[in-house]
């Protein structure tokens, strides 16, 4: 089976910066995704790791540990806009998500 | 521009209907998917499909079956409605295999059943 774990909800501050934390057990791996979805939107596309190591995309990281089963995604400059749910998916031969970590930020 | 359409985004059924959810991707993706989203469950999959004629049970395939008779259309029907069917429904599409092919997804339908 699969179990992908990640906080229910976090807050921070416009301007600062957010780590939000994934765990996956799971009987395959074909890599790490994170998806942005805003209220009422599709999710949309943010990153992917295979590798182990740290992926910069702007304001935006991902991190992977496959050994540990462990991923974050760092959002820094923190802007009103970022106030979404993010969804972390791990790929087998399908993608499974996780249920969702909702950020609020607060000016 | 890559483009994932949904046939309804509002939908109003009566228990025990038949309902036909239609999902259109213009990329020419093999791989379609289609989810549910509901409040503190997350996405869950319903069905995907590889190819045409093809299908494949995601983790909640009960009281759903699904069409793909053309490449680019993937439909998802409710042979009864019932009311637990209640959800926001998420079509997606992305390219084959098992690389990091990110997933596109529709805009949604949300289904009410009553």
């Known amino acids: 089976g699969q179990n992908i774990d990640q906080p229910t909800e976090m807050t921070a501050t416009e301007g600062a910066i957010v780590q939000i934390n994934c765990t996956y057990q799971t009987s395959g791996f074909n890599g790490l995704f994170w998806y942005q979805q805003h209220a009422g939107e599709a999710p949309t596309f943010l990153s992917y790791n295979v590798l182990d190591g740290l992926e910069e995309k702007g304001r935006f990281s991902s991190f992977l540990s496959r050994s540990k089963g462990y991923s974050y995604l760092l959002l820094k400059e923190l802007q009103m806009k970022d106030s979404a749910s993010y969804l972390c998916g791990n790929r087998d031969d399908k993608i499974i998500f996780g249920k969702g970590t909702r950020l609020h930020i607060l000016p | 521009d890559v483009k994932v359409t949904q046939s309804s985004r509002y939908l109003v059924k009566r228990t025990g209907e038949k309902v036909f959810l239609e999902c259109v991707q213009d990329?020419?993706?093999?791989?379609m998917f289609w989810y549910r989203q509901d409040p503190g469950l997350g996405l869950r999959l319903i069905y995907f499909s590889y190819d045409v004629k093809m299908k494949e049970k995601g983790d909640i395939p009960e009281g759903y079956s699904v069409s793909r008779e053309k490449k680019e259309r993937f439909s998802l029907i409710l042979e009864s409605a019932s009311t637990n069917q209640t959800s926001m429904y998420l079509c997606?599409?992305?390219?084959?295999?098992?690389?990091?092919?990110?997933?596109?997804f529709g805009p949604g339908t949300r289904l009410t059943v009553t």
């Open positions: 990329m020419d993706h093999e791989n």
């Open positions: 997606a599409s992305s390219w084959p295999g098992v690389g990091g092919y990110e997933q596109y």
